[in-house]
C-alpha cells in the first residue's frame, strides 16, 4: 500500500523535473551557440578576407583605402588594408578617454568611499548611474555639436590648429562616459578594503589621508587596475560616439589635435550602403571584427580576472 | 599634578596591605575618571574611573559586550573615528588630558600604540609594516637609521630571526602567529609608552597565543600595557592587574591574583569561575 502510493506520484514529477530542466538547458544553450556561431561566422569570414589580402598587410600596412572597383574592369580594382591607422586612432581616442575617465572616476570613488557622509553618498551614487544610463548616441551628438566646435574654436583663439572632428573631442566625451564604470568599479574596489588597516594605520598616528595614500590605494591598486582595464576594453568597442565625432579619413598620426577614424567607424563606414557581400572592402569588416573581438575579449577576461582575485583576497 | 593621583578608582576596594603599599611605590600612567561612552545616544560604559600602573600589563575582562573594546579604544582616542561615538569624562595620560582641546592625536596615538583582534599587516612587505610608523612620523626615512629602527622593533617583538632573511617578502604571507608579533613590533616602531591590545591572541593558536604571552610579559618591563581577553587564564598568566567589567560598568580592579582567587564583588567572583557570561 504504501509502497504504491510511493510510486504512483513518482513519474509525473520525474517528468516535470525533466521538462524544467530541459527547457532551461536549451535557453543557455541557445545562447553559447548563438555567441559560438557569431564567433565562428567572424573567423570564418575573416579567414575569407585573408584569403585575397595578406594577414600581415593587414596587421602591419600603414595604409587604409579599402575603396574597391564597382566593375572588374575598372582601374584601381582593389583597396589598400593596412589596418595600422584604425588601430592606432582607437589607441589615440582611447587614450584621451583614459586620461580624461581615470582620474576622475578614481578621485571621486575615493570621495565617495572613504569621505562622503551617507547623504552624499545616497545622492551622488544614483547621479553617476543616471550618467552611465545615457545612451551613448547622446554622447555622441553632444560630442559632435558642442565640444568638437568648442575645441575648435578654442584652438583658433590660441592659435592651434585643431581638427573639428579632433580625437582630443571624441575622447574627451568617451572619457566622460567611461567615467562612472571606473568610479563605481573603484569604489568597490576601495570599499573591500578591510577597516582593519585603515584602523591599523590611524592606531599608528596616520592621518585620514595619510591613510588613503599609503594603505588603502595602494592595497586597492590592483583592482582598480582591473577596473581600468574593463572601462579601456569598452572604450575601444565604443561605435555611437566615434562615428558622430572622429573622422572618416585613416589618418596615421599621435596627434590628438587631428583627426583619426577608429576600427569600429570603419566597420561602420564597410558595411552601409550597397555592397557586393563577398568583396574584400565588405569581408574586411568582418576581419576588423575579430581584431576587436581578440583585443576586448583580452582586455575582459583579464580585467574581471583581476578583479575577481582581488574581492577574493580580503574575503 | 596632585590633583590626579587623589583620584581614587571609587568602586574599588583594596583589602591587602599588600596591594596598597605596591601601589603607592607605582605611579599611574592613565588615569580615567568619570568616562561615559554612548553609541548614538545609547551608553556603552557609565562612570568608568580606573588607574593603569606604569610598566605593568593591566588586563580587562568581563563578559561579551560589557565595553572593554569600547573603554580601550577611548585612550588613544580611536573611538573619534565613530562619528556617532560620544565620549565624556577625563582620561590623563603622564596628567595630561588625552581629550584635551589642542591635543594632537597623531601624537597622542604615537605614545599610546595599539595590537587589535585580528592580525592587520598591511600588504606591504615585512619591512615596509614595520617602517610605515617611523616613515609618518618622520623618525627615520631612509637608510642605516631606518633599518635599525625596524631591526630593533622586530628583535623586541621575537620575530628578527624567523623574517630577518626575507625582510621584502610580503607580511601577508606570514603565518597568523607571526602577524600578531608583526603587528607588536610595528607598534612598537613608533617607541609608544603604552600598547593597547584588543584581544591579541583570539584568532591564534595555543602555541602562537603562548609566544604572544612571553613577549607580553618582556615587554612590561619597557611599556605600560593593557590588554582585553576573554581568556581567564590568559589574564591570570600576563597581568598583574585585572579589572573586571560588567554591563558597561567597571565592577571591580585589583592585583590580578586578588580578582581571581578572592574578588570583593559577587559578580567578579561569579564570572571568574565561571557562573556568568
Ligand atoms: N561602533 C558601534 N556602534 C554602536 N554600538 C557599538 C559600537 N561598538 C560597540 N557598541 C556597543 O557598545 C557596547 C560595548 O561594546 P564593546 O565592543 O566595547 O564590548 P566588548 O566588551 O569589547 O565585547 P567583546 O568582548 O564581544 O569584544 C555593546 O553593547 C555594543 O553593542
Ligand atoms: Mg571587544
Keep these: ?21 530541459a527547457i532551461l538547458f536549451s535557453c543557455s544553450a541557445v545562447a553559447i551557440f548563438i555567441t559560438v556561431g557569431i564567433v565562428a561566422s567572424l573567423i570564418f569570414e575573416a579567414a575569407l578576407f585573408f584569403q585575397s589580402v595578406s594577414i600581415f598587410e593587414f596587421l602591419f600596412g600603414t595604409e587604409w583605402s579599402p575603396q574597391t572597383a564597382l566593375r572588374e574592369d575598372q582601374v584601381g580594382a ?98 566622460v562616459m567611461i567615467i562612472p564604470l571606473i568610479s563605481s568599479i573603484s569604489d568597490d574596489i576601495i570599499k573591500a ?44 568597442g565604443e561605435t555611437m560616439i566615434v562615428v558622430m565625432a572622429a573622422g572618416l579619413a585613416a589618418n596615421l598620426t599621435f596627434n ?28 574586411a569588416a568582418f576581419a576588423l571584427g575579430l581584431a576587436l573581438f581578440c583585443v576586448t575579449l583580452v582586455l575582459n577576461v583579464v580585467g574581471s580576472q583581476i578583479v575577481k582575485k582581488f574581492r577574493e583576497q580580503y574575503d | 599634578m596632585l590633583e590626579n593621583k587623589l583620584i581614587q578608582p571609587l568602586n574599588v576596594s583594596y583589602s591587602s596591605d599588600e596591594a596598597g603599599s605596591e601601589r603607592a611605590d607605582e605611579a599611574a600612567k592613565i588615569v580615567a575618571s568619570g568616562v561615559n561612552v554612548s553609541y548614538a545616544g545609547r551608553p556603552a560604559i557609565t562612570n568608568v574611573n580606573l588607574n593603569i600602573r606604569s610598566k605593568a600589563v593591566t588586563a580587562l575582562i568581563g563578559p561579551s559586550g560589557c565595553g572593554k573594546t569600547t573603554f580601550l579604544r577611548c585612550i588613544n582616542r580611536m573611538n573619534d573615528l565613530i562619528e556617532t561615538c560620544q565620549v565624556s569624562g577625563s582620561i590623563t595620560l603622564d596628567n595630561e588630558d588625552v581629550y584635551g582641546d589642542d591635543v594632537d592625536v597623531v601624537v597622542l596615538r604615537r605614545r599610546i600604540g595599539m595590537v587589535f583582534q585580528k592580525p592587520n599587516p598591511f600588504p606591504k ?59 607588536i613590533a610595528r607598534a612598537i616602531a613608533v617607541e609608544p609608552d603604552v600598547i593597547l591590545m584588543d584581544e591579541p591572541c583570539s584568532a591564534l593558536d595555543p602555541i602562537a597565543t603562548a609566544r604572544i604571552e612571553e613577549l ?16 581567564m587564564q590568559q589574564a591570570a598568566r600576563v597581568s598583574q592587574r585585572t579589572a573586571f567589567f560588567h554591563l558597561g560598568e567597571l565592577v571591580e580592579e585589583n592585583e590580578a591574583k586578588v580578582i581571581f582567587t578572592n574578588p570583593s564583588d559577587d559578580r567578579t567572583r561569579a564570572y571568574v569561575t565561571g557562573s556568568i557570561g
Design chain 1, 256 to 283: 590628438p589635435l587631428e583627426a583619426v577614424t577608429t576600427v569600429t567607424v570603419q566597420i561602420v563606414v564597410l558595411l552601409t550602403g550597397d555592397q557586393e557581400f563577398d568583396s574584400p572592402k565588405t569581408l
Design chain 2, 125 to 183: 612587505s615585512i619591512f615596509e609594516n614595520v617602517a610605515y610608523g617611523p616613515r609618518i612620523h618622520g623618525q627615520a626615512n631612509k637608510g642605516d637609521d631606518l633599518n635599525e629602527i625596524v631591526e630593533r622593533s622586530l628583535i623586541r617583538a621575537g620575530l628578527w630571526d624567523e623574517v630577518k632573511d626575507r625582510l621584502d617578502a610580503p607580511a601577508t604571507g606570514l603565518s597568523g602567529g607571526q602577524q600578531q608579533r608583526l603587528c
Design chain 1, 78 to 175: 582593389s583597396g589598400r588594408f593596412g589596418a595600422v591607422p584604425l588601430f592606432v586612432g582607437t589607441g589615440l581616442i582611447s587614450t584621451v578617454a583614459l586620461c580624461v575617465s581615470a582620474p576622475l572616476g578614481i578621485f571621486s570613488a575615493i570621495y565617495l568611499a572613504e569621505y562622503a557622509s551617507d547623504g552624499v553618498r545616497s545622492f551622488v551614487k544614483p547621479l553617476l548611474e543616471i550618467l552611465a544610463g545615457i545612451p551613448t548616441v547622446v554622447y555622441g551628438f553632444f560630442a559632435a555639436i558642442v565640444i568638437a566646435p568648442a575645441i575648435s574654436d578654442f584652438g583658433k583663439v590660441v592659435g592651434l590648429e585643431v581638427a573639428y572632428e579632433s580625437a582630443l573631442a571624441a575622447g574627451l566625451v568617451m572619457g
Design chain 1, 193 to 236: 578594503v578591510p577597516d582593519s588597516l585603515r584602523e591599523g594605520s590611524r592606531g599608528l598616528g596616520a592621518t585620514k589621508s595619510e591613510t588613503i595614500r599609503r594603505v588603502v590605494l595602494p592595497a586597492a591598486l590592483p583592482g582598480i587596475a582591473g577596473g581600468i582595464l574593463l572601462a579601456t576594453s569598452r572604450a575601444i
Design chain 1, 1 to 21: 500500500m504504501s509502497t504504491s502510493s510511493l510510486t504512483t506520484r513518482h513519474p509525473n514529477q520525474i517528468l516535470v523535473e525533466r521538462l524544467i530542466r
Design chain 2, 216 to 231: 607580553i610579559d618582556d615587554l612590561k618591563t619597557k611599556y605600560t600595557i593593557v590588554i582585553v581577553t576573554h581568556s
